[in-house]
């Protein structure tokens, strides 16, 4: 029994070790976001922001999801989102959504393809996600990414991460 007991603290020990000397994969940022400033379908509270090693995510709280709307990653190489890409999920009441990736190249959105791209339409929270090899010319180290959401002509957008670093 002594020796399982020691073996077990041993490992642990080693576990929490190799954990501590791991190099970080990923930069996560959370933004939290007014309350009461959209209706209530599309009021996000938090938009938690990674950007790991091989693809850029978010997840999105809203409290009250609706049934159906659309929702948006923009990601960028610029501080602002002058150019890059768009990761959109649109959710219709009674269909499963639609997850889909753009190029917004200053005055249109182009389609994109990309297998890996993914997205979720919860009863509370909305997750986007999208392969860095899919971001040509904006996969760089550092990105700037935003949440959005709109149901009709409500707009509600989760404050920005100007610079989401890959670690």
Partial sequence: MRNSTGLAGAALLVAMLTGALAPASAETVRRDDSRNDAPARIDVSRATYTHAQEQVRVVARIPNLGRGGTAALSISRFEIFEAGFVVEIKKRAGKP??????????????PRRCDAVTGTWGRRRVSLSVDRACLDGHARERVFTQFGIQSGAHVDRAPAVKRLRRS
């Fill in 97 to 110: 959504p639609r997850t889909r990736l753009f190029f917004f190249n200053h005055f249109d959105l182009e």
